[in-house]
T-cell receptor, first 113, second 111 residues
Framework: NAGVTQTPKFQVLKTGQSMTLQCAQDMNHNSMYWYRQDPGMGLRLIYYSASEGTTDKGEVPNGYNVSRLNKREFSLRLESAAPSQTSVYFC????????????FGPGTRLTVT | QKEVEQDPGPLSVPEGAIVSLNCTYSNSAFQYFMWYRQYSRKGPELLMYTYSSGNKEDGRFTAQVDKSSKYISLFIRDSQPSDSATYLCAMSGNTGNQFYFGTGTSLTVIP
């Protein structure tokens, strides 16, 4: 039981490049989330998916797209990376019914130059 | 006003001290309250979870929720150097669709 896994662990992009961050969970959770974490800003929600086939914007969705590929996988895509997207990205998952504990992946450290 | 407020610290205590970490919130609809521990360069790890008001104890850790004051606390007894980390509070309503996090409190326990 690996919990929540993320790939890659580290990535450096040039401005304008695109990439997809992958996330998978093996806990049979319905809901999945993408956050970014910046110093002094805490965790900010980018997008979430309450169930397979649905996605909703969070607090900071601009510049990102997501795909809920199936119940296990939720990917985050940066179409044209900008230096402001330099951050640590975390994927998380939780059950649809309570208790609503969130479980996080190890994170992806992204630098955009 | 932010949904959740948390003093960022940093907090530095000697080994064996009792540590008190706190968050306040503004949304009375919050029902689920969580504390996460995050070591440097790692993902947040769920530490404690409480539903509605009351206390919950797990080893050296005690979580308290006071919904009337919109105030939650995490107490760490007999603190250890391995407790040095950033502690984040989080909360959600009954649907669990969105979670609201504090910015985290950095704790260092000095041997």
């Amino acid at each position: 039981n690996a919990g929540v896994t993320q790939t890659p662990k580290f990535q450096v992009l040039k401005t304008g490049q695109s990439m997809t961050l992958q996330c998978a969970q093996d806990m049979n959770h319905n809901s999945m989330y993408w956050y970014r974490q910046d110093p002094g800003m805490g965790l900010r929600l980018i997008y979430y998916s309450a169930s397979e086939g649905t996605t909703d914007k969070g607090e900071v969705p601009n510049g990102y797209n997501v795909s809920r590929l199936n119940k296990r996988e939720f990917s985050l895509r940066l179409e044209s990376a900008a230096p402001s997207q330099t951050s640590v990205y975390f994927c998380a998952s939780t059950r649809t019914s309570g208790p609503y504990e969130q479980y996080f992946g190890p994170g992806t450290r992204l630098t955009v130059t | 006003q932010k949904e959740v407020e948390q003093d960022p610290g940093p907090l530095s205590v000697p080994e064996g001290a009792i540590v008190s970490l706190n968050c306040t919130y503004s949304n009375s609809a919050f029902q689920y309250f969580m504390w996460y521990r995050q070591y440097s360069r790692k993902g947040p790890e769920l530490l404690m979870y409480t539903y509605s008001s009351g206390n919950k104890e797990d080893g050296r850790f005690t979580a308290q929720v006071d919904k009337s004051s919109k105030y939650i606390s995490l107490f760490i007894r007999d603190s250890q150097p391995s407790d040095s980390a950033t502690y984040l509070c989080a909360m959600s309503g009954n649907t669990g669709n969105q979670f609201y996090f504090g910015t985290g409190t950095s704790l260092t326990v000095i041997p």
